[in-house]
């Protein structure tokens, strides 16, 4: 669990709480709904990588939410691929938060927990098209770089995979 402050001139400064969570709530499935509408308006069907419910409580997979008091605003999820790597999925913010630094707390968060979990590199999937370039520009942002397909994803021209190696436990 972790409590943090987040805010900019967009907005209100937010206490978040950022703890596991289960995707099968109400509240939590509204956001995942969205998640899910934005992904398939924004790319092809078979190009959609985004985990639906069952995906999320598969045992691989554990799924945090950012709550404001207790409103969801946020959601992400970390899937063990081996023992070293990890890929980060489900990342969404609501629209009516953006800009308030939410998207980068909750990366910030997964990121720390993939260390504590001794993984040397977290991956991730996410689309090409415009729509998707503050995401991009937010793993960009973290250090993470463009690498070749892991997994099940392929060349394509709707999909970009970034990669970041974490250092080691100390």
């Not at 992904?39 to 069907?45: E, F, G, K, Y």
């Not at 069952?54 to 709550?67: C, I, N, Y």
């Not at 990890?86 to 629209?95: F, I, P, R, W």
């Not at 630094?101 to 990121?111: E, N, T, V």
Request: charged residues 25%.
């Amino acid at each position: 669990m972790r409590r943090c402050q987040s805010g900019s001139e967009r907005g209100s400064a937010l206490t978040l709480l950022i703890a596991p969570d289960d995707p099968r709530l109400e509240d939590v499935r509204a956001v995942l709904e969205r998640h899910l509408a934005f992904a398939r308006a924004t790319s092809p069907p078979e190009h959609v990588h985004a985990l639906d419910l069952e995906g999320l409580v598969d045992p691989t997979v554990v799924f945090f939410s950012a709550r404001d008091e207790r409103t969801v605003v946020a959601v992400g999820a970390i899937r063990r691929l081996d023992d070293a790597h990890a890929e980060l999925k489900s990342m969404h913010t609501l629209e009516e938060v953006r800009g308030r630094g939410i998207g980068r707390a909750m990366l910030d968060h997964l990121l720390g927990y993939a260390r504590a979990q001794g993984y040397r590199q977290v991956s991730l999937e996410t689309g090409t098209m415009e729509e998707f370039a503050p995401a991009r520009a937010l793993y960009a942002q973290a250090g993470f770089e463009p690498c070749a397909p892991f997994g099940r994803y392929t060349v394509n021209p709707y999909s970009t995979c970034m990669t970041l190696r974490l250092a080691p436990r100390s």
